[in-house]
């Protein structure tokens, strides 16, 4: 397999390790040849004039590299152990394997980062009852919970209590995975790094008052939070100035939760792939404290008043714009830059409680994404207030067109890949194969990708009776795909064909 190749300057023996398993020194990387295997300078290869890099392809005892691991961590190594076809990142550097067997052990999966994620649909929530969330009255104060919302000090679970604006409700699911986290994190660090336990969690209300970070997808920055309680729902519930701090709108989408301990431990920037867009969904940056000023507009524009004043019933009957009437309103970014930008938040209409409702997103119930179409238009359709014919447009416009019309111009003026070192080309190389190891090439946009969804913007066509512009558009495309794929065999034409 390719892994990175290190060398230990005293000892001078190759190892994989960071530490020489020998003499204990720290290893260096050494640069080779990927054709020939020679060591290079930064200069590149001499001979082959290729470039060199920090790995090349060795021959590994996967049974005695299991075997030895796991005899230092003192544990029988399971019965069932995944691993990877290969690494992705830039020196293929590979996880202790120490990790990979705990991680087993314990039944857990791990993300291209080192670290181990739950997901759940984003929901807002400002207030909570101890009684909602799990928790007790003395486990509450330990937390700094001492008063209700009304200023009465906090002995009853049914009280309401506002919520602190890095606390964070999960899901029991979610507490029953971080559970087996936890156990892999304290047995990481008894066997490997020889400490003591950090969390010592028996059951889920253990972890109550633990660190986590959340962590929304295409970014790379993490938001403190601390696990106040737990719900029945499928949901992560935080304050929507939590949420916003990860760019998050609450509007449906899932986000990621960690366990504090797992990502200070475990990730590592060198884990993640060199291709562009690498370091996406990555905890690159841990924000510890979440600023008012610093979130979205979204959540500064989150009214946060017990009740409405009259002027605001007056005014809807002007129909007026938003923003203007927002100066009567009591909402967030009136606040910034005070105290009151934290706490002091009130709610117009209360709730029994919040655990009541679907336990799961409707989006999550449907596996293709036809059938999350179909179920949108249909629920267009039972809506009087909604024009289904305008919806069909604007999915339609907004993507289907534009995801066909992509793919199509992405399959002109697609490169090529590499099967085997993965190594990427903006036009076929003249020898046919891979110029640095000789593997086949590949395509990196296929047909399939391009009429995914043409049958169902026919359909969106038809059924609403859109616009004949959109009609001859339909076959415009499907004539530039049938052109481009459709070719039959060239028949060699005779000089009497053009009489």
Known sequence: ???????????????????????????????????????????????CKTGGVMYQRQPINFKELIGNASASLGYQSPKMLRGVKGLTNLDKTPEMIEKGILRAKHGLSVYKDGTIRFDATNAPLTHIKPVEIGVSIEKMHQMGYLSDTQGLPLTDPNQVCELKIQDVVIPWSAGKYFIQIAAFIDDLLIRVYKQPPFYSAKKVENLVGHLLFGLAPHTCACILGRVVGFTDRNVIYAHPVWHSAKRRDCDGDEDA???????????????????????????????????????????????????????????????????????????????????????????????????????????????????????????????????????????????????????????????????????????????????????????????????????????????????????????????????????????????????
């Open 257 to 499: 939760i960690m366990l504090g301990l797992d990502t200070l431990l475990n990730f590592s920037r060198i884990f993640l792939p060199a291709q562009i867009g690498g370091i996406m969904d990555a905890p690159i940056l841990l924000i510890p404290f979440v600023n008012t000023k610093e979130v979205q507009r979204q959540a500064h524009d989150f009214d946060v008043s017990a009740t409405y004043p009259v002027e605001f019933y007056k005014k809807t009957l002007e129909k007026l714009d938003a923003r203007p009437a927002s100066a009567i309103m009591d909402i967030i970014s009136h606040r910034l830059g005070t105290e009151a930008q934290y706490e002091g938040f009130q709610f117009t209409t209360p709730c029994s409680s919040i655990n009541l409702g679907n336990a799961d997103s409707s989006y999550k119930e449907f596996k293709s994404m036809i059938d999350k179409l179909h179920m949108q238009l249909e629920l267009g359709e039972r809506i009087d207030a909604v024009d289904d014919r305008r919806v069909a447009l604007k999915v339609l416009n907004t993507h289907l067109m534009r995801d066909i019309a992509g793919n199509l111009r992405a399959f002109s003026t697609q490169g090529f890949r590499c099967k085997s070192c993965n190594k990427k080309f903006r036009r076929l190389p003249l020898q046919g194969k891979c110029p640095s190891c000789g593997g086949k090439l590949t395509l990196t946009v296929y047909r399939g990708g391009i009429e995914k969804y043409l049958v169902a913007a026919q359909e969106l066509v038809d059924k609403y009776g859109l616009p004949k512009y959109y009609t001859q558009r339909m076959d415009l495309i499907k004539e530039e795909i049938a052109t481009m794929f459709d070719n039959k065999k060239p028949k060699q034409a005779k000089l009497f064909d053009f009489k």
């Open 1 to 47: 397999v390719e892994l990175t190749k290190r060398k230990c300057p005293i000892c001078k023996n190759y190892t994989l390790k960071v530490k020489c398993d020998a003499c204990g020194c720290e290893t260096v990387h050494e640069k080779s040849c990927l054709r020939c295997g020679r060591a290079v300078q930064d200069i590149g290869c001499s001979i």
